[in-house]
Protein backbone atom coordinates (compact mmCIF):
# COMPACT_ATOMS: atom_id res chain seq x y z
CA UNK A 1 0.00 0.00 0.00
CA UNK A 2 1.14 3.52 -0.62
CA UNK A 3 0.93 6.18 1.99
CA UNK A 4 2.11 9.87 1.28
CA UNK A 5 3.70 12.34 3.45
CA UNK A 6 1.49 13.78 6.34
CA UNK A 7 1.98 17.83 5.40
CA UNK A 8 3.90 18.87 8.94
CA UNK A 9 1.36 21.42 10.01
CA UNK A 10 1.64 24.24 12.89
CA UNK A 11 0.97 23.40 16.07
CA UNK A 12 -0.90 26.52 16.97
CA UNK A 13 -2.71 29.41 15.26
CA UNK A 14 -3.76 32.87 16.09
CA UNK A 15 -4.69 36.25 14.86
CA UNK A 16 -1.46 38.81 14.79
CA UNK A 17 -3.30 41.90 12.64
CA UNK A 18 -6.80 43.76 12.59
CA UNK A 19 -7.71 46.02 9.58
CA UNK A 20 -11.26 47.75 9.20
CA UNK A 21 -12.30 50.27 6.32
CA UNK A 22 -15.71 52.25 7.11
CA UNK A 23 -17.07 54.19 4.08
CA UNK A 24 -16.85 57.62 4.72
CA UNK A 25 -20.59 58.63 3.88
CA UNK A 26 -22.67 58.49 7.12
CA UNK A 27 -26.54 57.80 6.27
CA UNK A 28 -28.66 58.66 9.27
CA UNK A 29 -32.38 57.07 9.89
CA UNK A 30 -33.84 60.26 8.64
CA UNK A 31 -32.70 59.39 5.22
CA UNK A 32 -34.24 55.54 5.05
CA UNK A 33 -37.53 56.47 6.71
CA UNK A 34 -39.45 58.25 3.81
CA UNK A 35 -39.45 55.45 0.72
CA UNK A 36 -40.60 53.13 3.87
CA UNK A 37 -42.95 54.69 5.87
CA UNK A 38 -41.22 54.53 9.12
CA UNK A 39 -39.85 56.65 11.71
CA UNK A 40 -36.39 57.07 13.36
CA UNK A 41 -37.91 55.56 16.57
CA UNK A 42 -39.21 52.40 15.05
CA UNK A 43 -35.84 51.75 14.07
CA UNK A 44 -33.99 52.82 17.68
CA UNK A 45 -36.37 50.57 19.54
CA UNK A 46 -36.90 47.58 16.64
CA UNK A 47 -33.20 47.38 15.79
CA UNK A 48 -30.62 49.51 17.84
CA UNK A 49 -29.71 51.43 14.43
CA UNK A 50 -28.95 55.56 14.56
CA UNK A 51 -27.38 55.38 11.61
CA UNK A 52 -25.26 53.40 9.08
CA UNK A 53 -22.54 53.99 6.27
CA UNK A 54 -22.98 53.59 2.87
CA UNK A 55 -19.87 53.69 0.34
CA UNK A 56 -19.93 55.82 -2.83
CA UNK A 57 -20.60 54.41 -6.40
CA UNK A 58 -17.30 54.02 -7.76
CA UNK A 59 -16.27 51.44 -4.12
CA UNK A 60 -16.73 48.23 -4.08
CA UNK A 61 -16.62 44.62 -1.78
CA UNK A 62 -13.43 44.05 -3.23
CA UNK A 63 -11.93 47.90 -3.11
CA UNK A 64 -12.86 48.31 0.02
CA UNK A 65 -12.16 44.87 1.34
CA UNK A 66 -8.55 45.62 0.17
CA UNK A 67 -8.14 48.32 2.10
CA UNK A 68 -8.97 46.97 5.31
CA UNK A 69 -6.65 44.21 3.95
CA UNK A 70 -3.54 46.02 4.10
CA UNK A 71 -4.63 48.06 7.34
CA UNK A 72 -4.60 44.38 8.34
CA UNK A 73 -1.51 43.33 7.00
CA UNK A 74 0.15 46.81 8.24
CA UNK A 75 -0.80 46.01 11.75
CA UNK A 76 0.13 42.63 11.87
CA UNK A 77 3.91 43.95 10.44
CA UNK A 78 3.51 41.42 7.26
CA UNK A 79 4.30 41.92 3.58
CA UNK A 80 1.52 41.00 1.13
CA UNK A 81 3.83 38.77 -0.44
CA UNK A 82 3.96 36.48 2.41
CA UNK A 83 0.64 36.00 2.38
CA UNK A 84 -0.49 32.08 1.50
CA UNK A 85 -4.15 32.19 1.17
CA UNK A 86 -6.76 35.41 0.59
CA UNK A 87 -9.84 34.24 1.88
CA UNK A 88 -12.93 36.57 1.04
CA UNK A 89 -16.56 36.35 3.35
CA UNK A 90 -19.05 38.16 1.47
CA UNK A 91 -22.24 38.41 -0.95
CA UNK A 92 -21.98 41.51 -2.43
CA UNK A 93 -19.20 41.40 -4.70
CA UNK A 94 -19.64 42.12 -7.99
CA UNK A 95 -19.20 38.72 -9.65
CA UNK A 96 -20.13 35.38 -9.44
CA UNK A 97 -17.14 34.68 -10.83
CA UNK A 98 -13.89 35.17 -10.71
CA UNK A 99 -14.04 35.58 -6.63
CA UNK A 100 -13.38 38.95 -5.00
CA UNK A 101 -10.61 37.53 -3.05
CA UNK A 102 -8.48 36.83 -6.42
CA UNK A 103 -9.14 40.71 -7.01
CA UNK A 104 -8.23 41.67 -3.40
CA UNK A 105 -4.93 39.65 -3.94
CA UNK A 106 -4.06 41.58 -7.34
CA UNK A 107 -5.32 45.43 -5.65
CA UNK A 108 -2.66 44.11 -2.30
CA UNK A 109 0.02 42.32 -4.05
CA UNK A 110 -0.57 39.23 -2.17
CA UNK A 111 1.20 37.46 -5.57
CA UNK A 112 1.81 34.32 -3.59
CA UNK A 113 -1.52 33.49 -2.38
CA UNK A 114 -4.39 31.41 -3.79
CA UNK A 115 -8.11 32.99 -3.29
CA UNK A 116 -10.99 31.68 -2.81
CA UNK A 117 -14.16 33.38 -1.54
CA UNK A 118 -16.89 31.70 1.24
CA UNK A 119 -20.83 31.67 1.07
CA UNK A 120 -22.15 32.18 4.08
CA UNK A 121 -23.34 35.24 4.35
CA UNK A 122 -23.54 36.97 8.23
CA UNK A 123 -21.54 33.10 9.34
CA UNK A 124 -18.94 34.01 6.81
CA UNK A 125 -15.75 35.70 8.91
CA UNK A 126 -16.45 33.36 11.99
CA UNK A 127 -16.81 30.18 8.90
CA UNK A 128 -12.97 32.14 7.44
CA UNK A 129 -11.72 32.05 10.97
CA UNK A 130 -12.24 28.27 11.35
CA UNK A 131 -11.08 27.89 7.82
CA UNK A 132 -7.59 29.73 8.46
CA UNK A 133 -7.46 28.29 11.93
CA UNK A 134 -7.58 24.68 10.07
CA UNK A 135 -5.41 25.25 7.01
CA UNK A 136 -2.37 26.81 9.17
CA UNK A 137 -2.41 23.34 11.73
CA UNK A 138 -2.68 20.86 8.74
CA UNK A 139 0.38 22.56 7.39
CA UNK A 140 -1.22 24.07 4.14
CA UNK A 141 -0.93 27.51 4.74
CA UNK A 142 1.44 29.96 7.10
CA UNK A 143 0.03 33.39 6.83
CA UNK A 144 -4.12 33.77 5.84
CA UNK A 145 -6.05 36.81 5.39
CA UNK A 146 -9.36 36.55 6.49
CA UNK A 147 -11.70 39.45 5.20
CA UNK A 148 -15.47 40.34 5.86
CA UNK A 149 -16.60 42.54 3.25
CA UNK A 150 -19.49 44.15 1.78
CA UNK A 151 -21.53 46.87 -0.21
CA UNK A 152 -25.15 45.74 0.70
CA UNK A 153 -25.92 48.99 -0.31
CA UNK A 154 -26.14 47.85 -3.58
CA UNK A 155 -28.19 44.91 -3.46
CA UNK A 156 -31.12 45.86 -0.67
CA UNK A 157 -34.23 47.58 -1.95
CA UNK A 158 -34.62 51.34 -0.63
CA UNK A 159 -38.81 50.52 -0.38
CA UNK A 160 -38.23 47.36 1.46
CA UNK A 161 -39.30 47.73 4.78
CA UNK A 162 -37.87 44.43 6.11
CA UNK A 163 -34.16 44.95 4.92
CA UNK A 164 -33.86 48.93 3.85
CA UNK A 165 -33.01 49.96 7.56
CA UNK A 166 -30.93 47.22 8.49
CA UNK A 167 -28.16 46.58 5.88
CA UNK A 168 -24.96 48.94 5.03
CA UNK A 169 -21.33 48.92 4.00
CA UNK A 170 -18.27 48.36 5.20
CA UNK A 171 -15.20 45.59 5.34
CA UNK A 172 -12.87 44.05 8.15
CA UNK A 173 -9.96 41.75 8.29
CA UNK A 174 -7.52 39.85 10.14
CA UNK A 175 -4.16 38.48 9.37
CA UNK A 176 -4.15 34.59 10.65
CA UNK A 177 -0.56 33.29 11.33
CA UNK A 178 1.31 30.45 13.44
CA UNK A 179 1.48 31.51 17.02
CA UNK A 180 3.05 30.38 19.86
CA UNK A 181 0.07 29.35 21.86
CA UNK A 182 -3.48 28.72 20.31
CA UNK A 183 -5.62 31.59 19.96
CA UNK A 184 -8.49 30.50 18.42
CA UNK A 185 -10.79 28.11 19.86
CA UNK A 186 -12.45 25.04 18.51
CA UNK A 187 -15.02 26.36 15.79
CA UNK A 188 -18.62 25.21 16.55
CA UNK A 189 -20.71 25.44 13.06
CA UNK A 190 -23.48 24.76 10.91
CA UNK A 191 -26.32 25.28 8.49
CA UNK A 192 -30.36 24.61 7.54
CA UNK A 193 -30.46 24.54 3.75
CA UNK A 194 -34.14 23.74 4.46
CA UNK A 195 -35.19 27.37 5.97
CA UNK A 196 -32.99 28.89 3.07
CA UNK A 197 -35.47 30.57 1.58
CA UNK A 198 -35.92 33.27 4.76
CA UNK A 199 -32.82 35.33 3.49
CA UNK A 200 -32.34 34.82 0.12
CA UNK A 201 -31.42 37.18 -3.08
CA UNK A 202 -34.87 37.50 -5.20
CA UNK A 203 -35.06 36.77 -8.18
CA UNK A 204 -32.15 34.39 -8.64
CA UNK A 205 -29.56 35.83 -10.64
CA UNK A 206 -30.27 33.72 -13.67
CA UNK A 207 -33.73 35.06 -13.98
CA UNK A 208 -32.74 38.49 -13.15
CA UNK A 209 -30.25 38.36 -16.33
CA UNK A 210 -32.68 36.77 -18.44
CA UNK A 211 -36.16 39.35 -17.65
CA UNK A 212 -33.68 42.18 -16.59
CA UNK A 213 -34.41 42.88 -13.25
CA UNK A 214 -32.37 43.19 -9.81
CA UNK A 215 -31.79 40.64 -7.75
CA UNK A 216 -32.21 41.57 -4.65
CA UNK A 217 -32.18 40.76 -0.76
CA UNK A 218 -34.97 39.52 0.54
CA UNK A 219 -35.76 38.69 4.20
CA UNK A 220 -38.20 37.11 6.61
CA UNK A 221 -37.26 39.31 9.29
CA UNK A 222 -39.56 37.87 12.29
CA UNK A 223 -38.10 34.05 11.38
CA UNK A 224 -34.58 35.07 11.38
CA UNK A 225 -34.76 36.80 14.61
CA UNK A 226 -36.53 33.65 16.25
CA UNK A 227 -33.94 31.44 14.95
CA UNK A 228 -31.02 33.38 16.11
CA UNK A 229 -32.66 33.95 19.57
CA UNK A 230 -33.61 30.24 19.85
CA UNK A 231 -30.07 28.69 18.38
CA UNK A 232 -27.25 31.15 18.74
CA UNK A 233 -27.01 30.91 22.90
CA UNK A 234 -26.49 27.22 22.71
CA UNK A 235 -23.88 27.79 19.91
CA UNK A 236 -22.26 30.32 21.71
CA UNK A 237 -22.07 28.47 25.17
CA UNK A 238 -20.94 24.97 22.76
CA UNK A 239 -17.66 27.74 21.36
CA UNK A 240 -17.03 28.09 25.42
CA UNK A 241 -17.42 24.45 26.31
CA UNK A 242 -14.97 23.63 22.97
CA UNK A 243 -12.48 25.95 24.39
CA UNK A 244 -12.78 25.46 28.13
CA UNK A 245 -13.37 28.78 28.50
CA UNK A 246 -15.75 29.84 31.22
CA UNK A 247 -18.18 32.77 30.27
CA UNK A 248 -16.88 35.03 33.39
CA UNK A 249 -13.15 34.59 31.75
CA UNK A 250 -14.47 36.45 28.56
CA UNK A 251 -12.91 40.11 28.07
CA UNK A 252 -15.55 40.69 25.47
CA UNK A 253 -18.75 39.54 23.27
CA UNK A 254 -18.36 40.17 19.89
CA UNK A 255 -21.64 39.09 17.92
CA UNK A 256 -22.65 39.93 13.94
CA UNK A 257 -24.29 43.06 14.54
CA UNK A 258 -27.89 41.75 13.05
CA UNK A 259 -29.82 43.51 15.19
CA UNK A 260 -29.01 45.04 19.56
CA UNK A 261 -32.15 42.78 20.72
CA UNK A 262 -30.48 39.66 19.23
CA UNK A 263 -27.51 40.34 20.61
CA UNK A 264 -29.60 41.04 24.44
CA UNK A 265 -31.20 38.00 23.77
CA UNK A 266 -28.16 36.15 23.53
CA UNK A 267 -26.40 37.92 26.71
CA UNK A 268 -29.34 36.40 28.38
CA UNK A 269 -29.27 33.03 27.32
CA UNK A 270 -25.74 32.81 27.99
CA UNK A 271 -25.50 34.44 31.20
CA UNK A 272 -23.08 36.46 30.28
CA UNK A 273 -21.61 38.86 33.40
CA UNK A 274 -21.33 42.25 33.38
CA UNK A 275 -18.09 42.87 33.67
CA UNK A 276 -17.65 41.22 30.04
CA UNK A 277 -17.95 43.99 27.13
CA UNK A 278 -20.48 43.87 24.59
CA UNK A 279 -19.76 45.10 20.69
CA UNK A 280 -22.87 47.08 19.74
CA UNK A 281 -21.24 48.43 17.19
CA UNK A 282 -24.39 48.13 14.63
CA UNK A 283 -25.45 51.41 16.47
CA UNK A 284 -23.47 53.33 13.99
CA UNK A 285 -22.18 50.81 11.43
CA UNK A 286 -25.12 49.04 10.64
CA UNK A 287 -25.58 45.43 10.25
CA UNK A 288 -22.76 44.66 7.68
CA UNK A 289 -23.17 40.95 7.45
CA UNK A 290 -19.54 39.22 7.20
CA UNK A 291 -17.58 42.62 8.07
CA UNK A 292 -20.01 43.44 11.19
CA UNK A 293 -17.49 41.19 13.32
CA UNK A 294 -14.26 42.28 12.20
CA UNK A 295 -15.76 46.00 12.36
CA UNK A 296 -17.51 45.44 15.84
CA UNK A 297 -13.84 44.27 17.15
CA UNK A 298 -12.15 47.23 15.82
CA UNK A 299 -14.21 49.40 17.93
CA UNK A 300 -13.64 47.62 20.91
CA UNK A 301 -9.95 47.62 20.08
CA UNK A 302 -9.94 51.30 19.29
CA UNK A 303 -11.98 52.41 22.26
CA UNK A 304 -9.14 50.73 24.54
CA UNK A 305 -12.06 48.07 26.18
CA UNK A 306 -10.22 45.00 24.70
CA UNK A 307 -6.39 44.49 24.00
CA UNK A 308 -3.92 42.14 22.09
CA UNK A 309 -4.08 38.92 23.75
CA UNK A 310 -7.61 38.97 25.78
CA UNK A 311 -9.94 36.71 25.08
CA UNK A 312 -13.42 36.97 23.13
CA UNK A 313 -16.64 35.17 21.73
CA UNK A 314 -17.51 35.59 18.30
CA UNK A 315 -20.81 34.39 16.79
CA UNK A 316 -21.87 34.57 12.89
CA UNK A 317 -25.54 34.04 11.53
CA UNK A 318 -27.41 34.61 9.01
CA UNK A 319 -28.52 33.41 5.41
CA UNK A 320 -27.91 29.62 4.70
CA UNK A 321 -29.06 29.50 7.31
CA UNK A 322 -25.10 28.86 8.38
CA UNK A 323 -23.61 29.69 11.50
CA UNK A 324 -20.34 29.70 13.09
CA UNK A 325 -18.95 30.66 16.65
CA UNK A 326 -15.42 30.27 18.38
CA UNK A 327 -13.47 32.26 21.15
CA UNK A 328 -10.46 34.00 20.25
CA UNK A 329 -7.62 35.71 21.40
CA UNK A 330 -7.74 39.38 20.09
CA UNK A 331 -5.20 40.62 18.30
O1 LIG B 1 -27.89 39.59 9.42
C1 LIG B 1 -28.49 38.42 8.98
C2 LIG B 1 -29.51 37.91 9.92
N1 LIG B 1 -30.60 38.86 10.04
C3 LIG B 1 -31.15 39.08 11.21
O2 LIG B 1 -30.74 38.52 12.19
C4 LIG B 1 -32.37 39.99 11.26
C5 LIG B 1 -33.45 39.38 12.08
N2 LIG B 1 -34.69 40.12 12.10
C6 LIG B 1 -34.84 41.34 12.69
O3 LIG B 1 -33.86 41.91 13.15
C7 LIG B 1 -36.22 41.91 12.81
O4 LIG B 1 -37.15 40.96 12.40
C8 LIG B 1 -36.46 43.24 12.03
C9 LIG B 1 -35.63 44.35 12.69
C10 LIG B 1 -36.05 43.06 10.59
C11 LIG B 1 -37.92 43.64 12.10
O5 LIG B 1 -38.31 43.80 13.43
P1 LIG B 1 -39.58 43.03 13.98
O6 LIG B 1 -39.70 43.41 15.38
O7 LIG B 1 -39.41 41.56 13.69
O8 LIG B 1 -40.75 43.65 13.12
P2 LIG B 1 -42.00 42.90 12.53
O9 LIG B 1 -41.71 42.47 11.16
O10 LIG B 1 -42.48 41.88 13.51
O11 LIG B 1 -43.07 44.07 12.51
C12 LIG B 1 -43.61 44.62 13.72
C13 LIG B 1 -44.52 45.75 13.38
C14 LIG B 1 -45.58 45.41 12.33
O12 LIG B 1 -46.75 46.18 12.62
P3 LIG B 1 -48.00 45.52 13.38
O13 LIG B 1 -48.42 44.34 12.55
O14 LIG B 1 -47.48 45.12 14.74
O15 LIG B 1 -48.97 46.64 13.44
C15 LIG B 1 -44.99 45.89 11.03
O16 LIG B 1 -45.94 46.24 10.08
O17 LIG B 1 -43.77 46.84 12.82
C16 LIG B 1 -44.23 47.11 11.48
N3 LIG B 1 -43.04 47.35 10.68
C17 LIG B 1 -42.46 48.54 10.56
N4 LIG B 1 -42.79 49.74 11.06
C18 LIG B 1 -41.99 50.78 10.77
C19 LIG B 1 -42.31 46.45 9.98
N5 LIG B 1 -41.23 47.06 9.41
C20 LIG B 1 -41.33 48.35 9.76
C21 LIG B 1 -40.53 49.47 9.48
N6 LIG B 1 -40.89 50.65 10.02
N7 LIG B 1 -39.41 49.37 8.75
Redesign the pocket.
Known amino acids: MITLKTPAGNSHAGLIGLGVYRPTRVVPNSEV ?1 EA ?4 DE ?2 RE ?2 GIIERRFAQSHETAASMGAIAAQNALDDAKIKAQDIDVVLVATFSHRFQTPSAAAEIAALIGANNASAFDISA ?2 AGFCYGIGIADSLIRAGSAKNILVIGTEKLSDIINMSD ?7 ADGAGAVVVSPTSTQGIGPTIWGADGNARES ?1 IMDPDLITAGKEGIPSLLT ?1 Q ?2 A ?2 RW ?1 VGSMGDVCNQALAAAELDVSDLKAFVP ?1 Q ?2 I ?2 TDAIIKRINLPQHVVVARDIVTAG ?1 T ?1 AASIPLALHALRESGEIKKGEPFLMVG ?3 GLAYASQVALAP
Open positions: IIDSSWIRSACRGTAFIFIMGQVFAHANRINSFGA
